[in-house]
Nanobody
Framework: QVQLVESGGGLVQAGGSLRLSCAAS????????MGWFRQAPGKEREFVAV????????DYADSVKGRFTISRDNAKNVVYLQMNSLKPEDTAVYYC??????????????WGQGTQVTVSS
């Protein structure tokens, strides 16, 4: 059983940056591919980014490509999401997830509780 705890969310102006962290415990972190998803009010949860267990491959949603960077530190059991050039449409609750390399929610076995990101215009 893997427990995931996100942190780093908050309120930021458009054009600003935030770095989200997701700390894992209770399992073998390096065995899992890790994803970030987000859910805006009234919308379905959507894929943001994914990183291979080794850190050797990443993929991004088109909406965040070039602005967001996913990374991980297997020694610290943490995955990060660096978010730059934030836009109001990035406002959502951000979730990290552990599982298989996928852009689908169904590819993941474990989820964090989420952290709110609000981007003001």
């Amino acid at each position: 059983q893997v427990q995931l705890v996100e942190s780093g969310g908050g309120l930021v102006q458009a054009g600003g940056s935030l770095r989200l962290s997701c700390a894992a415990s209770g399992g073998t972190f390096s065995a899992y591919d890790m994803g970030w998803f987000r859910q805006a009010p009234g919308k379905e949860r959507e894929f943001v980014a994914v990183i291979r267990w080794s850190g050797g491959r990443t993929d991004y949603a088109d909406s965040v490509k070039g602005r967001f960077t996913i990374s991980r530190d297997n020694a610290k059991n943490v995955v990060y999401l660096q978010m730059n050039s934030l836009k109001p449409e990035d406002t959502a609750v951000y979730y990290c997830a552990a599982g298989s390399y996928s852009s689908s929610l169904h590819g993941y076995d474990y989820w964090g509780q989420g952290t709110q990101v609000t981007v003001s215009s």
